[in-house]
Each structure stands twice: as C-alpha cells, then as structure tokens.
C-alpha cells in the first residue's frame, strides 16, 4: 500500500501536520525522530493496554512493535501509546473489584481523548484483560476512524497431576482448602502450576469471550484471537494487522460500517456457542451503544436462546482456547454456524471481505472433538440464557454450560455485600437449598459491579455447586460454573425488588422458560418499597464515585454517556 496516493484532505491528522499554521506542531514530531516523508503520511494510533500488572498484559508491549513495523511496511507512521487495565484475577475478592467495570469506560475514554488530541487516522487496539477488549472496541466504534482490534492471547493451560488447570482451578482449590479436602501444600502446588505463561485466563472466561466476539463481530482478522500470547506467530497477525490497517484508511472502511445489527447478533451467537461469559451480555449492548444501535440484554438473550451450545470449552467443558485454536481456531467455529445459518454472512469485515467470504477455504476438521457441528451440538439451547419475572423485570443472565439441572427454587438468604456472603460461605454458614442473594452490588450500588468468582468457586470447592443457587446485581466471573444469577435489574441501590428481598422469601428460577421469580404478590413487593431507604456507599469522592453518578442500568450495558444516537459530530469527520 503506497500512503502517498491517501489524500489528508479528509484525514483528521491534517489538523496537526498540513500548512503553514501546523510549523510548532510539526516541530514536535521531528523532536521525536519523525522525518517530513513519515510526517506527511497517514498518522496510525497503536494502542496497548500494556502493564506490568498481569500475564494477559505483559506481552502487549512486545507485540505492539510488530504492529508498527505492519504499519510502517504499508507507508504508515504509527504512534504507540498505553492505556490502563485492572485485571479480574487480582481484583477479586476484594474492594479492588470495584475497580474492574469502571476501568472498561477510562479505557475507552482514555483511547477517545488521546486520538482526538493528537489527531491520529486510524486505531490498532491491542488488549488482553476481561474489560480491556470491550473498551477498546467501544473505543474503536466511538470514533469511527479505521480500526483494527488484536488480541494478546490467551495463556497457555497449566499441568497439574497430569490434568490441565486453570486459574479457574486455583479459586476452586480455595474452597477445597476452606473445608479440609486439601492442605496448605497442595494448594499451593496448584497456584504455582495454574497460569505457566503470558497471556489471558486459558478458558472460555471473559477475556476468551470477547476475543471470540472480535473476530464475529468482524472488528478482528481470522484466527488472530485464537493464537495463544507465547506463540510466535501472533507476530505475523499483528504485523499483518499493522498492514491492513493502511488498507482501510485507503478505502474508508470504518467501524460502524462493521459493527451492525447483524454483527452484533453474530457476535451474540458466538458467545452462546462456546459457553461463554455472562459478561458479554454487558459488554455487547455498550459496544452498540457506542454506534447508536439498540441491542439490550434482552435482545442478547432472544440470540442465546436459539443458539446450539457446540464448543466444549471450560469453566462448564473439558478444554481451553488453545485446544479449540489448534483444532481450527475462531473460524472453524463460525464455518459451522454460518453452514448451519446461525451467522450472518453478509457482515463486513476488516479484510475488507464479509464474513461469508473469509469462511469459504475453512475447511472442517473431523479429527476434534473441541467444537461440534452445529446440526450435533451438545446442547440444543446456548449455553447462556436471559431471564425475567417480578425479581428481575429488567432481565438477569445465567450461564447454563455444562449444568444438569436447569431449574432451582429455594428460600432466600440475603447479603447486603459480597464480603457478608464470602464470609458465610467460609464458615458453611448456609444451607443446602437455599437461594444466597447478594445485593448493592450492582453499577450503582457496588459502585462498579463486582465480580462474585471468589464466593462461586469456594461454593463449588466445597461440592455445593449445584445444591445452592445464587443471585445477585453484581457479575460473575467467566470462570464461574453453577446456578448462578447476575445482571439482576433494577438494581438494589435503586429500589429494585432484589434490595425488597427478606430472609426466607421462597424463589423460583427456571433456565428453560427464562424465568426468576419470588413468591410475592405485587402489593407486597410495593409495601416493601415504601419502606424502603436507598442506601449510601463508603465511595462519596473520586474515580469510583463519579462512575456511580453517571452509569446507567446493566440492561443497557452500564453505559456512562448518551452514545452514538446523541452525537453531533463524529470524530472521523472533523
């Protein structure tokens, strides 16, 4: 690709580098070794989300320099910069996790506020962490500029005893050790074996999720988020990336002509194929949101319930994103829901092909058993259902991967934070049967929304998985397995009838016909409300405190601004 026959006359970088008036502006990029021939060429952000906070981050640095080389090749001047992340695995259990949601809109924003102020032509997004990836999306379709998304891999799985673990394992083996089924020398021999590499949580958690949505949602190049972070050749697909991304900017291919409807309802369908996280049903309606679209939880939910479950992937299965990559990767997935008419093929894409034409030489590999053919799927139904009743009039989310039992009703046990339930939990403060409800844990309320994977998988270590159920308007964790319930809305800091809950009140949840539901009449729930008080959080200042004033319900993804329906401008056309 030659970048001289790109015009700047509609580029955004012509703000910073075209003209007379441009000189001081010009003088700074020469201070940084730019020549007038780079500086005349098309300006490419390369952001990564580089830290040294985590494994799925600390290879993003390492991989940002192919990109640029991609870039420099094609005649583009890339600009490398850094955003933050906070990493689930860290945060858990604690109140870092308040941190976690909230980093997804700085992230977003922090990618917005730096291409804006410098101008830049074009976004290759690099990412690794659970929220990183669906910021840098939102990110890419806030701007609307050229834009090419990289994952940074996902770790390799580790060896335990001749069995493959994940960290998934390790919280597990916490609660194994809360009831003396291991020792302290076992636990920590599972700690030090679960996470061998670079890269994100091996399985079908979060970060996998929204690695496999990339490359649905068309915003990704084939196989590139399958490749795991040690594997060399995620060189060549970022190099490749740094390449194509000169393409783009050529023939105007941006975003928002990518992430469609359509798209979104095949971003959807992957999601409920592989098992995959509940947070996708967050993160989906953000990213739509971003383009001005209208794609709620509910209408996540009308595309789980008709998606087969066809990927045997964990928490809820038996292998990794390694495994699933090296049986064929994200396309070998999509051939068979696309053969079997679950995917639209019309879709744009960023090889500048549709989705239907990057499928056309992937070939089936009858010799794995990692992902099904759509028409023989595991299960009939997705692997995440939506659910709605007089508890959740807004919705709730329930991953169903791997369960047996798809139905649970039992009396409430409430818990006004995730601590109160993890400390129950601890001490087997609870009964078999009952329903452990965790509430002022939602956007609002926690602020930030928790994850609840700490007090899941203690729960599932003491082998009481399927014998308690649990609610909640915080998340879970893609890692979490069992009957577990979150999303629910309205939220309790906002009066929602999970905040109305009393000890004991019998509740009824059914995976198959979408339903949550407590045992109360509609003028009992609304004498409840009158005495209700909204309560106040120990966040009255900073970063956490102003996300409270301004997120919206998890219906809508827990969004913080108007969106696309609302803008007056679009970055990529000043």
């Given at each position: 690709m030659d970048a001289k026959v790109i015009s700047k006359a509609k580029l955004p970088s012509r703000h910073v580098t075209v003209g007379p008036a441009r000189a001081p502006h010009r003088s700074y990029l020469y201070a940084m070794g730019l020549s007038a021939a780079e500086i005349a060429q098309p300006l490419v952000g390369v952001?990564?989300?580089?830290?040294?906070?985590?494994?799925?981050?600390?290879?993003?640095?390492?991989?940002?320099?192919?990109?640029?080389?991609?870039?420099?090749?094609?005649?583009?001047?890339?600009?490398?910069?850094?955003?933050?992340?906070?990493?689930?695995?860290?945060?858990?259990?604690?109140?870092?996790?308040?941190?976690?949601?909230?980093?997804?809109?700085?992230?977003?924003?922090?990618?917005?506020?730096?291409?804006?102020?410098?101008?830049?032509?074009?976004?290759?997004?690099?990412?690794?962490?659970?929220?990183?990836?669906?910021?840098?999306?939102?990110?890419?379709?806030?701007?609307?500029?050229?834009?090419?998304?990289?994952?940074g891999g996902s770790i390799l799985p580790g060896s335990y005893r001749g069995r493959q673990i994940t960290v998934q394992d390790v919280f597990e083996a916490v609660g194994q050790h809360s009831v003396g089924t291991i020792d302290d020398a076992e636990l920590l021999e599972i700690e030090q074996a679960a996470c061998p590499s670079a890269g994100s949580c091996g399985a079908q958690f979060t970060a996998n999720t929204m690695a496999t949505v990339a490359e649905a949602i068309g915003l990704a190049l084939p196989y590139s988020c399958g490749a795991p972070a040690p594997y060399e050749m995620r060189d060549r697909f970022n190099f490749a990336s740094g390449e194509k991304i000169m393409e783009l900017i050529a023939k105007n291919i941006r975003p928002r002509d990518i992430v469609t409807l359509k798209a979104l309802e095949n971003a959807a369908t992957v999601v409920s194929a592989t098992g995959g996280s509940t947070n996708a049903a967050l993160h989906l309606p953000a990213i739509a949101h971003e383009a001005g679209i209208k794609f709620d939880l509910f209408d996540v939910a009308k595309i789980f319930e008709k998606t087969p479950y066809i990927a045997d992937l964990k928490p809820g299965g038996k292998y990794v994103a390694k495994d699933m990559f090296e049986a064929g990767g994200i396309p070998l997935l999509m051939k068979t829901l696309l053969d079997h008419g679950y995917?639209?093929?019309?879709?744009?894409?960023?090889?500048?092909?549709?989705?239907?034409?990057?499928?056309?030489?992937?070939?089936?590999?009858?010799?794995?058993?990692?992902?099904?053919?759509?028409?023989?799927?595991?299960?009939?139904?997705?692997?995440?259902?939506?659910?709605?009743?007089?508890?959740?009039?807004?919705?709730?989310?329930?991953?169903?991967?791997?369960?047996?039992?798809?139905?649970?009703?039992?009396?409430?046990?409430?818990?006004?934070?995730?601590?109160?339930?993890?400390?129950?939990?601890?001490?087997?403060?609870?009964?078999?049967?009952?329903?452990?409800?965790?509430?002022?844990?939602?956007?609002?309320?926690?602020?930030?929304?928790?994850?609840?994977?700490?007090?899941?998988?203690?729960?599932?270590?003491?082998?009481?998985?399927?014998?308690?159920?649990?609610?909640?308007?915080?998340?879970?964790?893609?890692?979490?397995?069992?009957?577990?319930?979150?999303?629910?809305?309205?939220?309790?800091?906002?009066?929602?009838?999970?905040?109305?809950?009393?000890?004991?009140?019998?509740?009824?949840?059914?995976?198959?016909?979408?339903?949550?539901?407590?045992?109360?009449?509609?003028?009992?729930l609304a004498a409840r409300a009158k005495t209700w008080k909204a309560r106040t959080t120990d966040y009255q200042s900073g970063a956490i405190w102003k996300y409270a004033q301004t997120v919206g319900p998890a219906r809508d993804g827990a969004v913080t601004h108007p969106g696309g329906a609302k803008e007056t401008h679009c970055y990529a056309d000043i």
């Open positions: 952001a990564s989300c580089w830290n040294e906070a985590a494994p799925c981050n600390i290879s993003l640095m390492r991989q940002a320099q192919a990109v640029k080389k991609g870039v420099a090749a094609a005649s583009g001047t890339p600009r490398e910069f850094c955003t933050i992340t906070v990493t689930d695995g860290i945060a858990m259990g604690h109140q870092g996790m308040k941190s976690s949601l909230v980093s997804r809109e700085v992230i977003a924003d922090s990618v917005e506020l730096t291409m804006r102020g410098h101008c830049y032509d074009a976004l290759v997004g690099l990412a690794g962490c659970d929220k990183s990836l669906p910021g840098m999306m939102m990110a890419m379709v806030r701007l609307n500029v050229p834009s090419i998304f990289i994952y995917l639209h093929g019309d879709c744009l894409t960023v090889t500048g092909r549709t989705l239907a034409e990057n499928m056309e030489h992937v070939a089936w590999n009858e010799h794995q058993d990692v992902v099904r053919p759509a028409n023989r799927p595991i299960t009939q139904t997705g692997g995440v259902v939506g659910l709605k009743g007089n508890l959740a009039p807004e919705g709730a989310i329930v991953k169903v991967a791997g369960m047996a039992e798809l139905k649970f009703s039992g009396p409430a046990r409430c818990f006004d934070s995730e601590e109160e339930c993890f400390e129950a939990v601890t001490h087997r403060n609870y009964r078999e049967g009952e329903v452990l409800v965790i509430r002022y844990e939602g956007p609002r309320g926690g602020p930030g929304m928790r994850e609840m994977l700490s007090t899941t998988a203690a729960l599932y270590g003491q082998g009481m998985g399927g014998k308690v159920a649990l609610i909640t308007d915080g998340r879970f964790s893609g890692a979490t397995r069992g009957f577990c319930i979150g999303h629910v809305g309205p939220e309790a800091a906002v009066g929602g009838p999970i905040g109305l809950l009393r000890d004991g009140d019998v509740i009824s949840i059914d995976a198959v016909n979408g339903t949550i539901d407590v045992a109360l009449s509609d003028s009992e």
